[in-house]
């Protein structure tokens, strides 16, 4: 940079450089301009790594803030269904006994009934339909088992092991899932096959 300046100087002060002043100084600015263009390269690749780990922590943000909605999201819901059911219960007593109660009472809370089923759809919950079907310990909680005339049957699987299959015959509380996960497990009782 010294040059430069030093051949400005002579430039100002009316005298010609030579062609090897000339050179030198065209040298230093294209040493000058590679240092600059090198620097700003690296600028640019920090920008853009930092860039990439800002949307990186911003999308893993996200998704654990989602994970904690869906957390509490279920955790609110189980609490919710455990009323729903009882209300429900009530309303299939009410149904049974439905002359003995106000007309617009009872059509109140019918109201009442299809609005909770209305939200929960809206929030995904779908009621499991678990008699007759097999037991899955993830999806249902038994409360006793029922004894068998064919005690002792056994069925082969499909992995030719001989296995007892135990069958859902009734259904003492619902099951509900949200999203494919099991929010709340229908208590049941089962049956050896």
């Known amino acids: 940079m010294n040059d430069v300046n ?4 002579t430039l100002v002060n009316g005298v010609l450089p030579s062609d090897s002043d000339l050179e030198k100084v065209l040298e230093v600015l294209k040493a000058d301009l590679e240092k600059v263009k ?13 860039k990439a780990d800002y949307q990186n922590l911003k999308k893993a943000t996200d998704q654990e803030r989602e994970a904690y909605i869906e957390t509490a999201k279920m955790f609110l819901l189980s609490d919710f269904l455990e009323v729903y059911d009882n209300f429900c219960m009530a309303c299939k007593l009410l149904e049974s006994n439905n002359k003995s109660i106000d ?9 009442v009934s299809k609005q909770f089923e209305n939200l929960l759809k809206k929030w995904e919950v779908v009621r499991m339909d678990s008699v007759n079907s097999v037991f899955n310990p993830e999806m249902h909680e038994a409360i006793s088992e029922e004894q068998n005339s064919l005690e002792g049957t056994i069925t082969v699987d499909n992995n030719t092991e001989n296995k007892i299959k135990q069958i859902v015959v009734k259904e003492l509380s619902v099951g509900y899932t949200c999203k494919g996960k099991v929010i709340k497990p229908a ?6 096959v």
């Open 103 to 111: 007309k617009a009472l009872y059509d109140g809370i019918i109201q």
């Open 6 to 9: 030093n051949t400005n100087n």
């Open 38 to 50: 090198n620097e700003s390269q690296s600028y640019l690749d920090g920008w853009r790594r930092s």
């Open 187 to 192: 208590k049941v009782i089962i049956k050896n």
